[in-house]
C-alpha cells in the first residue's frame, strides 16, 4: 500500500499573494495530478506530469504553476490568489497505463 | 460542455432501499469508467469500475449497468446502509489523459 500527503491541510491566504501547495506520494507512482474541486462543479484537472520534469497543463491551468522536481512530488502554486476563493484542491497519482487513480485528502483553500 | 453528465445531483434514500445513480458520457473514445466514493473531508476513492467490454460488473452490494450504444451507465447500490452516505462520481476515460468526472451525486441513507 502506499499514500498521498498533501500539506498544508489548510491554507489561509490573502488576495494578490501566491500560495504554494505540496503533494508526496510513496507509491512510486510515475504520474501525478493536480485537480481542483470546487461545490457543485465536480473535479477539473489543472496540470498534471507523465514523470520527473514533465508537465501537462489541464482545462484550468491558467492562474497557477506546476512543479514535478522528483518522482514522488508535485507541488502547485497559485500565481495570484483571488478574494473570496474558496475551494479543495486534491492531488492524485496512478502509474501511466494503469487504471486506479489514487487521490489525496486535499488542501482547503480560503482566501481573504 | 460538461462530457460527463450525472444525475440526481441529490438523492434520499431509506436504510435497505436501492438507489440508483445516473451517468452519461459524450466521447465514445472513452473506454474506462470508475465510480468513485468521497467522504467529507477526504479524498475520493475507487469504489467500482468497469471498461466498456463489459455490460455488467457487480461487487457486493454495488452494481455498474453499462449501455454502450446509449452512452449511458448507472450505479446501484442495493441494501442501502447509513455508511454508504457520501457523494459518488462518476468518470471517464481513455488512458490519455486524467479522469474526466461528472460533478458528483450526494447520496443521503436514512435509517
Known amino acids: 500500500g502506499g499514500i498521498i500527503t498533501q500539506t498544508p491541510k489548510f491554507l489561509i491566504g490573502q488576495e494578490g499573494q501566491k500560495l504554494t501547495l505540496k503533494c508526496q506520494q510513496n507509491?512510486?507512482?510515475?504520474?501525478m495530478y493536480w485537480y481542483r474541486q470546487d461545490s457543485g462543479k465536480g473535479l477539473r484537472l489543472i496540470y498534471y506530469?507523465?514523470?520527473?520534469?514533465?508537465?501537462q497543463k489541464g482545462d484550468l491551468s491558467e492562474g497557477y504553476d506546476a512543479s514535478r522536481e522528483k518522482k514522488s512530488s508535485f507541488s502547485l502554486t497559485v500565481t495570484s490568489a483571488q478574494k473570496n476563493e474558496m475551494a479543495v484542491f486534491l492531488c492524485?497519482?496512478?502509474?501511466?497505463?494503469?487504471?486506479?487513480?489514487?487521490f489525496g485528502a486535499g488542501t482547503r483553500l480560503s482566501v481573504l | 460542455q460538461q462530457q460527463v453528465r450525472q444525475s440526481p445531483q441529490s438523492l434520499t434514500v431509506w436504510e435497505g432501499e436501492t438507489a440508483i445513480l445516473n451517468c452519461s458520457y459524450e466521447?465514445?473514445?472513452?473506454?474506462?469508467f470508475p465510480w468513485y466514493q468521497q467522504f467529507p473531508g477526504e479524498g475520493p476513492a475507487l469504489l467500482i469500475s468497469?471498461?466498456?467490454?463489459?455490460d455488467k460488473k457487480e461487487d457486493g452490494r454495488f452494481t455498474i449497468f453499462f449501455n454502450k450504444r446509449e452512452k449511458k451507465l448507472s450505479l446501484h447500490i442495493t441494501d442501502s446502509q447509513p455508511g454508504d452516505s457520501a457523494t459518488y462520481f462518476c468518470?471517464?476515460?481513455?488512458?490519455?489523459?486524467?479522469?474526466?468526472f461528472g460533478l458528483g451525486t450526494r447520496v443521503s441513507v436514512f435509517p
Open positions: 492524485a497519482s496512478r502509474n501511466w497505463g494503469q487504471n486506479t487513480l489514487y
Open positions: 466521447d465514445s473514445t472513452f473506454n474506462y
Open positions: 468497469i471498461s466498456s467490454v463489459s
Open positions: 507509491f512510486n507512482h510515475d504520474t
Open positions: 468518470a471517464a476515460s481513455d488512458y490519455a489523459q486524467g479522469l474526466t
Open positions: 506530469s507523465i514523470t520527473e520534469n514533465d508537465l
